[in-house]
């Protein structure tokens, strides 16, 4: 079946370590998405990308990286410069066409410190 | 600013016991907006997609209503299969998207 898979579900990060979780479509998709989600708060934007070889900033970026290699792979890195990366991250991806239609998600990823 | 704001926080129901799940929303030319469901410790799972002003959409016990200021999503009758974390999210004329925090809904037997 098609869809987005991320992995590993639970990550524990220690002081100072970077850290990288994986996500991997089999939908095609042109676009793909790295949301942070927060308890009490909607779902916000780390970063995207519309094609392989190019990714923007979304609203919080600092402290996170990511590539574009393949189409089908979009990893994100938490790196140590992100002070609190205690979330549960999400990828979405998007079908070709118009911009307005609806994101598809993976099953997420939790991060936790240790 | 673009904003989505959704209440209540937490809705408790009793099976059966019909009521709506609001979304109120600011934004720069409304390009769509978006119902999702999520279930604890799963991604969200899409549900409905509305454009315009007046349009309306309906899967099982659900229906999504949208106005100019915001949206409704109805349950009706519902069961406890229904409990999950409902999301609304609305995408801005610049392509930005905005989540709301979410309603819980919990439906009791």
């Known amino acids: 079946d098609g869809g987005i898979t991320q992995s590993p579900k639970y990550l524990f990060r220690k002081e100072g370590q970077n850290v990288t979780l994986s996500c991997e479509q089999n939908l095609n998709h042109d676009a793909m998405y790295w949301y942070r989600q927060d308890p009490g708060q909607g779902l916000r934007l780390i970063y995207y990308?519309?094609?392989?070889?190019?990714?923007q900033k979304g609203d919080i970026a600092e402290g996170y990286s990511v590539s574009r290699e393949k189409k089908e792979s979009f990893p994100l890195t938490v790196t140590s410069a992100q002070k609190n990366p205690t979330a549960f991250y999400l990828c979405?991806?998007?079908?070709?066409?118009?911009?307005?239609?609806?994101?598809?998600f993976g099953d997420g990823t939790r991060l936790s410190i240790l | 600013e673009d904003q989505v704001t959704q209440s209540p926080e937490a809705l408790r129901l009793q099976e059966g016991e019909s009521s709506s799940l609001n979304c109120s929303y600011t934004v720069s030319g409304l390009r769509g907006l978006f119902w999702y469901r999520q279930d604890p410790g799963k991604g969200p799972e899409f549900l409905f997609t509305l454009y315009s002003a007046g349009e309306e959409k309906e899967k099982e016990r659900l229906k999504a209503t949208l106005t100019k200021k915001e949206s409704f999503l109805h349950i009706t009758a519902p069961k406890p299969e229904d409990s999950a974390t409902y999301l609304c999210a609305v995408q801005a004329r610049n392509n930005d998207m905005r989540f709301g925090a979410g309603t819980r809904l919990t439906v009791k037997p």
């Open positions: 979405a991806s998007r079908p070709p066409g118009p911009s307005n239609q609806p994101q598809h």
């Open positions: 990308s519309q094609i392989v070889n190019d990714f």
